[in-house]
């Protein structure tokens, strides 16, 4: 069973910069790595899935990438409905569906 | 549009049971995997269990498993989540959420219905 280890936990960034969140996992998931965004009070929202490919009407600020165990996931000009948390997952070798522990994406 | 809506969440005891229910619309619901989510107060997501679209092979947590049935109805598009002995560490917001197809990632999420254990 992959463990996905997201950093740092909490990331403080100024409006039009760029973020760069990490998840890790602890064996190969191949691309099977998904990444959602969860703002306050809301349900999360799909991104990204298989490492690099936005979902349906993310804007293209967003972009993942992989390297081996290592998962990134970049926005490139943070806009302020940006703040929020972001979760990474693998679909590889389920069950169970492994989240991370999240990155909280905040203003600087 | 694809639209979850879940209900039955609320206010329990210790060792007591629930049922959630999960409305689905804006899909053939007959041909997609579902799942439950939850998450603590303050915490990241969990997940809870898994059904496949024809109901014949099910998922779940080892938190859950022996105590959380999930089960759907396809002809009502219906998934639903039985939960039993409950204990105050299942207190969450439990989400309804959609597969991308059979075992995939998640593509749709309802707004979730809160889950209290409490004495």
């Known amino acids: 069973e992959a463990v996905m280890t997201q950093s740092p936990a909490t990331l403080s960034v100024s409006p039009g910069e760029r973020a760069t969140l990490s998840c890790r996992a602890s064996q190969s998931v191949r691309s099977n790595v998904a990444w959602y965004q969860q703002k306050p009070g809301q349900a999360p929202r799909l991104l990204i899935y298989a490492a690099s490919t936005r979902a349906t009407g993310i804007p293209a600020r967003f972009s993942g990438s992989a390297s081996g165990t290592e998962f990134t996931l970049t926005i490139s000009s943070l806009q302020s409905e940006d703040f929020a948390v972001y979760y990474c997952q693998h679909y590889n070798n389920w069950p169970p569906w492994t989240f991370g522990q999240g990155t909280k994406v905040e203003i600087k | 549009e694809v639209q979850l809506v879940e209900s039955g969440g609320g206010l329990v005891q210790p060792g007591g049971s629930l049922r959630l229910s999960c409305s689905a619309s804006g899909l053939t619901f007959s041909n997609y995997a579902m799942h439950w989510v939850r998450q603590a107060p303050g915490k990241g997501l969990e997940y809870v269990s898994g059904i496949s679209s024809n109901g014949g092979d099910t998922h779940y947590a080892d938190s859950v498993k022996g105590r959380f049935s999930i089960s759907r109805d396809n002809s009502k598009n219906t998934l639903y989540l039985q939960m039993s002995s409950l204990r105050p560490e299942d207190t969450a917001v439990y989400y309804c959420?959609?597969?991308?197809?059979?075992?995939?990632?998640?593509?749709?999420w309802g707004q979730g219905t809160l889950v209290t254990v409490s004495s």
């Open positions: 959420v959609k597969d991308y197809t059979s075992w995939y990632y998640f593509d749709y």
